[in-house]
């Protein structure tokens, strides 16, 4: 127990007797007093001591408390036709652990709600389209007159579907329901709130932001992106479900998961690799302290997470759960839920968010927006070409954008690495010193494979995947 009055963001306490030492991970703000149990994690159904109990339901009950359920939204409201998220009218009004290190949301959330509308903005805005060199592309196209009009409509619809879904939707929208019961659900001793708390926790501060600065139709994207953020968004996530982020999944059920029919393809390979790498850690962990399927049918506190998720977080609206159950019947099921968010959380976030730039900034390549309605056979040339694609304003609003969302923050906390060291068991240690241990040797493979290419897939390199959704 500590108590006092000014406040306090501890880590850890560490205390020794007797040639023992005994450590209390905590990595929250103390405000008044605070009790905590050891380090070690603990199932709640095997705890035989009743002040340790007391201690977890105590803490679950004030977090319960601390991190409320935004008020149901009615018809009209931006949330309306969404997954809940935390209450608090912007960043600054949620509870202190979610702001704490946020460096990415001052910084690069900061590009995008002040600096676009600074130097540089007014440095991309003066340029057309002409000057990212359309004119010697169009030169080059025309000598050998391919449907090159057509293939930019098709590239500007999958790039509204990957800013709105890909991106938003399925990365930050829907990781924070799980984030949200997770602080409220589970005490700090859980195994599982261990394991899922380094990849969700950032998630609730960038959303807030997002919400208020990339929704609304007069807000930047507004001016670069033609398609409504939350009428598509809205729509696809009516029929959306969690196993849609079951990535060998959905590589199987497309028919893309064959390396020797589809060669090259780089994401899937790096991916997968994540996938399998990340899938042996979890199970690694989890299996240590659930050794059989009535052990996860066993534990309450796991029962009132999930459903929390599933009730309050995606079925609040109309009891579509989205796949998700409240009722966790087995290990494998439980992996395969932590192993989901993980990724997505992580490597997916990074696959479709870092290469924005990249990919964004020779508008020709993917015009989020095109100014005139798709033309009929013949009507192609190269003036239709530069009346469609955006103006300088458009394509300087989405440059500035992508650019800002593109970068790295010089604080970020990358795959394998645990500055806060909520597990204390020496085996738990030992099964996070092999998960680094085998994505070092990812790192490796992937390096090795990119100095044979010209260029280089380089978004999943480990050392450049980021722990959690933070900008």
Known sequence: MWSGEDEWMCNMVQVEYDKETAEFPIYDWITSTIDVTRGEAQLPQNITNPN?????????????????????PTEGDSGWGFPRYVKGANSLQLTRIFQQDQVKSTQSEGAVLSGVAGSTFDTIKCKSCEDFGLRAMLTKAFVFDPPILAKMYLRCSQSNMHQWIYNYLETHVFME??????????????????????????????????????????????????????????????????ESLNIPKMFKHFGTNDATLLPNHYYRDDALDHWEIMEKYASACIRHYYKCDEDVVNDYEL??????????????????????????????????????????????????????????????????????PPHKKGEANKQRILDSLPDSLMA???????????????????????????????????????????????????????????????????????????I
């Open 52 to 72: 340790v109990m007391k201690l977890r339901i105590d803490e679950i009950r004030e977090n319960v408390e601390k991190f409320k359920w935004v008020p149901k």
């Open 177 to 242: 329901p799980f984030a949200v019961a997770l602080f409220r659900c589970l005490p700090r001793a859980h195994p599982i709130y261990k394991l899922l708390r380094p990849h969700l926790r950032t998630v609730s501060c960038i959303n807030k932001d997002a919400r208020l600065a990339l929704l609304p139709s007069e807000a930047l994207p507004g001016k670069g992106i033609p398609t409504k953020a939350l009428s598509l968004t809205r729509k696809h996530y009516k029929t959306f479900s969690i």
């Open 303 to 372: 029962k009132l997470w999930a459903k929390d998720v599933a009730k309050e977080g995606l079925g609040w609206q109309d009891h579509d759960t989205k796949g998700m159950s409240e009722n966790l019947t087995s290990v494998d099921q439980l992996i395969e839920i932590c192993v989901i968010l993980i990724f997505t959380s992580s490597v997916q976030h990074a696959a479709v968010n870092f290469g924005q730039f990249e990919t964004y900034k020779f508008v020709p390549n993917a015009p989020l927006a095109m100014r005139l």
């Open 396 to 470: 300087g609003s989405v440059i500035s954008l992508v650019f800002a969302l593109s970068e790295y923050s010089p604080n970020e906390v990358y795959l394998g690495h645990f500055p806060e060291r909520r597990f204390t068991e020496k085996i738990i240690l030992d099964i996070q010193q092999n998960y680094m241990k085998d994505l070092q040797a990812l790192e490796a493979k992937i390096k090795a494979r990119n100095e044979k290419l010209e260029h280089p897939y380089t978004f999943l390199l480990p050392s450049r995947v980021p722990n959690s959704v933070a």
